[in-house]
């Protein structure tokens, strides 16, 4: 069984930083691919940023957090982070770590956290 559990998110003035953290636990992680979520209130849930498994390493961000979020991953400690500089009022909505059962992000994630709230405050 694969579970994944979000720490970091909270309030924060636009301009500030926010560092999310998943931990996973079960028959998952180095191998597979991994991402973030969120959802904005009214709106559908968006990709944020996502890390391959495997190596290297690649990664691939949403226009909207290019130059701003960084996605990385410790396979030693089983933790994916999202750091969140400049952070921007629309960047309020509920953050989700997720998982694939393959090594890069096809479709619609496998597993999902429960998520943890991000508010940026203009």
């Known amino acids: 069984q694969v579970q994944l559990v979000e720490s970091g998110g909270g309030l924060v003035q636009a301009g500030g930083s926010l560092r999310l953290s998943c931990t996973a636990s079960?028959?998952?992680?180095?191998?597979?691919?991994m991402a973030w979520y969120r959802r904005a209130p009214g709106n559908e849930r968006e990709l944020v940023a996502e890390a391959t498994g495997g190596k290297p390493v690649l990664t691939h961000y949403a226009d909207s957090v290019k130059g701003r979020f960084t996605i990385s991953r410790d396979n030693a400690k089983r933790t994916v982070d999202l750091q969140m500089n400049s952070l921007k009022p629309e960047d309020t909505g509920v953050y989700y770590c997720t998982g694939y059962r393959s090594t890069v992000a096809l479709g619609n994630p496998d597993y999902w956290g429960q998520g943890t709230q991000v508010t940026v405050s203009s």
């Open positions: 079960g028959t998952i992680f180095s191998a597979n691919a």
